[in-house]
C-alpha cells in the first residue's frame, strides 16, 4: 500500500515564525502536491512538483514555498507565519504509472496564534 | 478551469438506508476518484474510477464520462460512513493536478 506520511498531525506556531511541514511518500511517485482545506472553500492547490527539484504554483501560493530536493519528500515552508494561514494541510502523491491516483497523506492542522 | 459539482451538499440518512451522491463534471476527463473524508480529517480512497462501475463492500460507484458524471452508491449505511465525500478529478487537459468538488457531508443517524 502506498503510504503517505506528514511529519505532525498537529502544529501550533506563532506569527512571524518560519514553519516547516513535511510530506513524504514510499512509493517513488513522481508528483507530490500541498492542499489546504478551509470551512466552506474546500480544498484549494497551493503547490505541487512533478520531479525533484521542480515546482509549479498551484491555485493559491501566496506565502507559501516549497522544496523538493529528495523524490520522496516534498515540504511547504511558510516563510512568516500568519493567523490566516491556520488551516488544515493536506500532502498527496501520484504516479502516471498508477494512472495518477492520488493518495493523501494524514493532514496536518496548523494553528498560527 | 474544470469545474466540479457535487450534490447534495448535505444528507442525513437513518442507519440502514441508501443513498446516491453524484458527481458533475464540465470537461472530459483522464482520472475520477471518490474520498471519504473522516472525522480526523484523512482523505480515504473509495473508489478510482474514470469510466465503469466498480463496487466494493456496501459501495458502489459509475462514471459515464461521455455525459460527464459520477454516482456514489452507499447501501445499508452505517453510522461510520458519516464524514465527508469527495469526488475529485484530473480534465484531460490539466496536467497533474486534482481538482475536488465541494463535497457532500452525509451524516448517519442510529
Known amino acids: 500500500d502506498v503510504k503517505v506520511t506528514q511529519s505532525s498531525r498537529y502544529l501550533v506556531k506563532r506569527t512571524g515564525e518560519k514553519v516547516f511541514l513535511e510530506c513524504v511518500q514510499d512509493m517513488d511517485h513522481e508528483n507530490m502536491f500541498w492542499y489546504r482545506q478551509d470551512p466552506g472553500l474546500g480544498l484549494r492547490l497551493i503547490y505541487f512538483s512533478y520531479d525533484v527539484k521542480m515546482k509549479e504554483k498551484g491555485d493559491i501560493p501566496e506565502g507559501y514555498s516549497v522544496s523538493r530536493e529528495k523524490k520522496e519528500r516534498f515540504s511547504l515552508i511558510l516563510e512568516s507565519a500568519s493567523t490566516n494561514q491556520t488551516s488544515m494541510y493536506l500532502c498527496?502523491?501520484?504516479?502516471?504509472?498508477?494512472?495518477?491516483?492520488?493518495?493523501f497523506g494524514q493532514g496536518t492542522r496548523l494553528t498560527v496564534v | 478551469g474544470i469545474q466540479v459539482e457535487q450534490s447534495p451538499p448535505d444528507l442525513i440518512l437513518q442507519e440502514g438506508a441508501n443513498s446516491t451522491l453524484r458527481c458533475n463534471f464540465s470537461d472530459s476527463v483522464n482520472n475520477l476518484q471518490w474520498f471519504h473524508q473522516n472525522p480526523w480529517g484523512q482523505l480515504i480512497n473509495l473508489f478510482y474510477?474514470?469510466?465503469g462501475t466498480k463496487q466494493n463492500g456496501r459501495l458502489s460507484a459509475t462514471t459515464v464520462a461521455t455525459e460527464r458524471y459520477s454516482l456514489l452508491y452507499i447501501s445499508s449505511s452505517q453510522t461510520t460512513d458519516s464524514g465527508v465525500y469527495f469526488c475529485?478529478?484530473?480534465?484531460?487537459?490539466?496536467?497533474?493536478?486534482?481538482?475536488f468538488g465541494t463535497g457532500t457531508k452525509l451524516q448517519v443517524i442510529p
Open positions: 474510477i474514470p469510466s
Open positions: 498527496a502523491s501520484s504516479s502516471r504509472f498508477q494512472g495518477l491516483q492520488a493518495f
Open positions: 475529485a478529478i484530473i480534465s484531460s487537459g490539466g496536467y497533474q493536478k486534482v481538482t
